[in-house]
């Protein structure tokens, strides 16, 4: 059994930054990937960014390549999403997920575990 708890939403500028952090608790964790998607009113959830259980791998949305960063530090249980360069479009729930497996990709089914989500707006 994996929790995840995400946290660092907030509200920001256009042209602003955020980092998002998503702990876990489980033993399990460090041997899993996690993914971040994002929820905006009225639209489907939609993946953001993955990471491989060692970081070694990662995969990003076209939209969000080149502005957004995920990492991991897995002494901390910990996954970080940094965020740059947000635009309005960027509005939206982000949620945290974990896959038990080593690696995963872009759809939610692929994702055994989730967190409750934070709320991140960009106002223009």
């Known amino acids: 059994q994996v929790r995840l708890a995400e946290s660092g939403g907030g509200l920001v500028q256009t042209g602003g930054s955020l980092r998002l952090s998503c702990a876990a608790s489980?033993?399990?964790?460090?041997?899993?990937?996690v993914g971040w998607f994002r929820q905006a009113p009225g639209k489907d959830r939609e993946f953001v960014a993955s990471?491989?259980?060692?970081?070694?791998?990662?995969y990003y949305a076209d939209s969000v390549k080149g502005r957004f960063t995920i990492s991991r530090d897995n002494a901390k249980n910990t996954v970080y999403l940094q965020m740059n360069s947000l635009t309005p479009e960027d509005t939206a729930v982000y949620y945290c997920?974990?896959?038990?497996?080593?690696?995963?990709?872009?759809?939610?089914?692929?994702?055994?575990?989730w967190g409750q989500g934070t709320q991140v707006t960009v106002s223009s």
């Open positions: 489980g033993r399990t964790f460090s041997y899993y990937a």
């Open positions: 997920a974990c896959a038990a497996q080593p690696r995963a990709g872009v759809g939610t089914s692929e994702y055994n575990y």
């Open positions: 990471i491989s259980w060692r970081g070694t791998s990662t």
